[in-house]
Structure formats: structure tokens, C-alpha cells
């Protein structure tokens, strides 16, 4: 899927030059002010070659800022930003000839065939039409697109155009994939589609950088990831940590509201979220399973805690729109 | 994105994009050049001949019909460069996002835009040399003097498309394109010596057309059709080329200042 060389030296060659090798992308204290609101609040972070590193956060979190500030899109208010040791300021051409994106809404060329998308699209990156149709013939077919080459864009499916969309962004065999909200709207099928192609281009070395509304997702995909709200960053880490650290290892669900569990929790100091229907217990298997058998009267959820119950639990419950 | 390398050839890239969309239906593209003058010859030589009578342009004595055929291919290269440029523009920008993918890519804003206006000049000029032709095989424009006719197209084309990517820089919805259309092209088409000489109407009038863009194209095609002009070509060739710069910063400025967010 990759064909690297030159580039990937210079790469190298860059990074000696002050960035840590194996670093692809390195954003400290970004900021993004629109009128009179400020979206990004000093986000940092780094991504290291080959990973996948997610960005969560509810609608309006800053998490679209963010992506648009990476491929030179939208410019920092302030900050720094660097990709492949470059900076975006500057040097955002020749960031954007070695990245692809997936924007979060569909923008194929709706004037065009599945397979023209991908042939004029190369075009824009340089690429000599011969390359550029041996490229497009191995991704129509690594995306399951070879039946469609000739269809208009208009007359594919959620799935089809989502597939095509990340096909495109990866025409120029990119070393960083941006991937805003690759699943928004698919039906479990093209999703987890979807989700093996990543998987496998995260294999071959092509390092990703994806927000997502979908926690299953996330905690897939990524190796790494930070949660945001309100422009700021609220934690990092593997998603495996994040459960550990702040979901415990199991989480009991109990339908109503006991006084007599109430009590318990707080004696206990167990970490709990009272909704309005049940309550949330964040603990660990054996106290769990003291609390199921003790408390469960009625009905009752025992499971493993997730990644939805980190994000849960830190950026609240409250709707955002 | 700053300053630096704003502007490359991969504007051309751009460019080809808009003609692989054109040649897949390029026999609708063809189809209205081709009968269009033939329509307006037949309406005028039939019908209006006998209200209006002959025309005296610069000394020349002309029947209507030869003196308004060269008008027919500028005021149809003012209409595709212009539609080119508002709303088929806009709806790649807006409804298609078509700039925002390509803003993913080793383009700049510069490039996607100068491509457009560029690419509104050669569809226009497509449209001419269909014109042309016919017009030419039916004696209403001199051979091989008409020839000129395909670069001044051109020239003129840039000038309207470029002040079209400027209202589409700055206009917020669609339906408001109905005003330049209606208070600026409009007139434009009526009172640039298109349908009658200037020298018809009162002092200030024709001083008022000497600032619109298609007076001066109409001019420079009569220039080339009939062999001679009222007024200066090189003037008026300089004019189109002022106001194509012109408007082309101008709707440079305005682009940046609507898509860089």
C-alpha cells in the first residue's frame, strides 16, 4: 500500500534537526480564536510514527479546529504546529503533499466518477497520470470500489462515498492520515469495513491522527488518545489507562434509587454517578460483585467498564446542542 | 497559510479539473454557441430590418443585422464567463465543497481561485470560436481578421470572470446574485453600443458606457468583424486588461478573507 522513499529520508534527515526521531507531529499550547470565541485553548500533544492517535470530545469540543489547524486549513492563533519536523506556517505545502484528509462532511466532486475523483485528485498532488492510475486501481480495489469506477458520486450510498472519501485522501500515499469522524452515519457493516482498512493501514506504517464521536471506535483504533471539551484538554493516554484510571475495571448499573446503596456507596467511598433513573458504579470486579449480589433487587447491569464511561464520567451528561 | 509560494503552475491542475467536467457534456456546451447567433441572425434580418433600416458605423454604412453579429459573440462571452464565475462557482464552493478538498491538498486558495477565472475566460472563448465560425461562414465577420477574435475573447472572458469570483467572494446566498445580474449585467447589455451606437444616447450616458467592460469588448469584436472602430482598440484592450488585474485582487482578497476560517 505504501511506497516510500526519498521523502521518507528527508524525514529522517528533518527530524535529526532538533525533533525527536519517529515524531510526526508535534502541536504545543494551540490556541484558535474566531470572533470573539475561542474554540482551541492550548492544546499540546505529540504523535509518534505509526500510531493512531484520537481526538474525542463533544460537538463543539475544538476537535474540528484542531484537525483544520494540522493540514493548514485554518491558521493558529497562536501556538506552534510542526509536521514531519516542518512547520505548518511556513512549510504547509509540502506538509500537505505527504498527508491525506478525510473531512468530516463528504466533499467528492460531485461532477465527477468514483474513479475520476481519484485521477483528478492526484493531479492536484503532482502525480504522473500513469502512477496516479495504478494508485487509484489499487485503492478502488482495497476499498471493494472496483464495481463503481464508472458511477456518479451522487448515486453512491453512505457507505460508498465514505469509502471513496478515505480512498481519495490516501491517493498520494500519505504518511499522516487525518481522519475527521471517518464513521459518522454508516450502518455497522461499512463501519467495520472501514475500521479493518485502518487497521491494516496503520499496520503498514501509515501513522493517523482521527477524531470520532464513537468510543468503540476510539478505543479500536487508537493507540493513544486525549479527551477534550470547551477547547481544552482534560486527559491523554492509552484507552486502556484512561478505563483503568478512571472507570475502574467494572461498572455496575443498578435500576432505581436504594437509600440502602446510597448509604453503602458513600461509606465506601465507592465512585458513583446518580442519574435519574439508575445508578452508575464505577468499581472493581470483586466489590462488584458484592454490590450485584447484595443490592440488585430489581434490574440490574454488571459489565466492563468502557471508554463511553470515561468520557461520560468527565465531560458530564448534559446535552451540547 | 502565509504569504510564502502562494502561487504555482499547479493552478492549471485546477483548470483541467473544470474541463473534464466540460467535455463530458460538451455537445450542451457546443449545441448553444451553435445556434444561438444563428437564432438572433434570422430574428434580426427578418423581423427588425424592416423597422430599423441601415446603420451608419464609423462611416461604414451597415445593415442591423451586420452591425449587431459582432455584439452577439461579446455579449455571450460577458454571459458565459460571468455565469461561469457566480453561480457555477458558487455552487462548487458552497454546495459542492469542492474548494475546501482541494484546500486539503498542495493547493492554495490563489491557485483554486486564479483557475476558476481562468478556466470562465476559456470556456467563454470556447463559446466565441463556435460563434465566430458560424458568424464568419455567414459573412457577418471578416477572414482571417475575425481570428482575432479568439484571443480578444479570451482577454474579455478573464475580465467578466473575474469580476464574477468577486461577487461570488462576497455575496452571501445565491438568490442575491439577481443583483449584480439585474444592476449590473443587465445595463451593461443594454447600453454598450450592443443594440444601437453609444453615439445615440445623451453625453453622460455615453460616458457611463465607456466604463463598462463590454462596450469595450463589443468595440475590439466589431474591430476584428468589420474592420474598423469608433473608438481606440488599444485603449479599450488596455481597459480589459486593467480591469480583469483589477478585479482579479479583488476577488483574491475577497476569497481569502471567506475561506480562510
Known amino acids: 500500500m505504501r511506497d516510500s522513499g526519498p521523502q521518507d529520508q528527508r524525514a529522517k534527515d528533518r527530524n535529526s534537526a532538533g525533533e525527536r526521531p519517529g515524531e510526526v507531529l508535534r502541536a504545543a499550547h494551540l490556541r484558535k480564536r474566531y470572533d470573539g470565541f475561542e474554540a482551541v485553548k492550548g492544546v499540546s500533544f505529540q504523535v509518534e510514527k505509526g500510531e493512531c492517535y484520537g481526538l474525542l470530545g463533544p460537538n463543539g469540543a475544538g476537535k474540528t479546529s484542531v484537525i483544520r489547524m494540522i493540514y493548514g486549513f485554518s491558521p493558529l492563533s497562536s501556538g506552534e504546529l ?17 498527508i491525506g484528509v478525510c473531512q468530516q462532511e463528504n466533499a467528492l466532486d460531485p461532477d465527477l466518477t468514483v474513479e475520476e475523483n481519484l485521477l483528478i485528485f492526484a493531479g492536484y498532488f503532482k502525480i504522473p497520470s500513469g502512477d496516479a492510475r495504478r494508485r487509484s486501481d489499487e485503492l478502488l480495489e482495497f476499498f471493494a470500489l472496483e464495481g463503481k469506477r464508472r458511477a456518479k458520486v451522487m448515486e453512491l450510498s453512505g457507505g460508498l462515498a465514505r469509502r471513496l472519501t478515505v480512498a481519495r485522501a490516501l491517493v498520494n500515499s500519505p504518511q499522516l492520515l487525518i481522519l475527521d469522524e471517518p464513521t459518522t452515519g454508516l450502518d455497522p457493516q461499512s463501519r467495520h469495513l472501514l475500521w479493518e482498512r485502518l487497521f491494516e493501514l496503520r499496520d503498514t506504517g501509515v501513522t493517523q491522527v482521527l ?3 464513537y468510543m468503540e471506535e476510539a478505543a479500536f483504533l487508537c493507540n493513544r488518545l486525549m479527551i477534550l471539551d470547551h477547547g481544552e484538554t482534560l486527559v491523554e493516554g492509552e484507552p486502556e489507562k484512561l478505563i483503568r484510571d478512571y472507570a ?6 443498578v435500576e432505581g434509587a436504594d437509600p440502602e446503596l446510597k448509604d453503602f456507596l458513600s461509606r465506601k467511598e465507592v465512585r458513583h454517578e446518580v442519574l435519574d433513573r439508575r445508578t452508575v458504579i464505577y468499581t472493581d470486579d470483586s466489590l462488584g460483585e458484592y454490590i450485584r449480589s447484595r443490592f440488585c433487587t430489581r434490574k440490574c447491569t454488571f459489565r466492563a467498564a468502557s471508554l463511553e464511561d470515561v468520557f461520560l464520567r468527565l465531560t458530564g451528561r448534559e446535552l451540547r446542542e | 497559510m502565509t504569504s510564502r509560494g502562494r502561487f504555482s503552475w499547479l493552478f492549471l491542475r485546477v483548470w483541467y479539473r473544470n474541463l473534464v467536467v466540460y467535455r463530458r457534456i460538451w455537445q450542451v456546451n457546443f449545441l448553444v454557441p451553435l445556434f444561438e447567433p444563428a437564432f438572433y441572425i434570422l430574428a434580426f434580418s427578418l423581423g427588425f430590418r424592416n423597422l430599423v433600416g441601415d446603420i451608419s458605423y464609423a462611416g461604414m454604412p451597415l445593415t442591423y443585422t451586420q452591425f449587431i453579429a459582432p455584439a452577439l459573440i461579446a455579449t455571450a462571452v460577458m454571459w458565459n464567463a460571468f455565469f461561469e464565475t457566480t453561480y457555477s462557482s458558487f455552487v462548487r464552493m458552497y454546495y459542492q465543497r469542492t474548494y475546501h478538498a482541494m484546500l486539503a491538498t498542495p493547493l492554495s486558495i490563489d491557485e483554486i481561485i486564479v483557475a476558476e477565472v481562468v478556466w470562465s475566460g476559456t470556456k467563454a472563448c470556447a463559446a466565441a470560436v463556435i460563434m465566430l465560425a458560424v458568424l464568419t461562414s455567414l459573412g457577418f465577420v471578416q477572414f482571417p481578421l475575425g481570428l482575432a477574435g479568439v484571443p480578444l475573447a479570451f482577454l474579455g472572458g478573464l475580465a467578466f470572470g473575474a469580476i464574477g469570483m468577486f461577487f461570488t467572494g462576497i455575496i452571501p446566498t445565491i438568490d442575491m446574485f439577481n443583483l449584480p445580474m439585474f444592476l449590473f449585467i443587465t445595463p451593461m447589455f443594454l447600453f454598450s453600443g ?11 450616458a455615453q460616458t457611463v458606457s465607456l466604463a463598462f467592460p463590454l462596450y469595450h469588448l463589443v468595440e475590439l469584436i466589431r474591430l476584428v468583424a468589420l474592420g474598423s472602430m469608433e473608438s481606440s482598440p488599444l485603449f479599450s484592450a488596455l481597459y480589459l486588461v486593467a480591469f480583469f488585474l483589477v478585479f482579479l485582487r479583488l476577488s483574491l482578497f475577497a476569497m481569502r478573507r471567506r475561506l480562510i476560517q
Open chain 1, 82 to 98: 510542526g509536521v514531519f519536523g516542518l512547520d505548518i506556517r511556513k512549510d504547509w505545502r509540502e506538509i500537505r503533499f505527504r
Open chain 1, 211 to 213: 477524531t470520532t464521536h
Open chain 1, 248 to 253: 475502574g475495571e467494572s461498572v455496575v448499573e
Open chain 2, 194 to 204: 450592443t443594440f444601437f451606437p453609444v453615439s445615440a444616447l445623451p453625453e453622460w
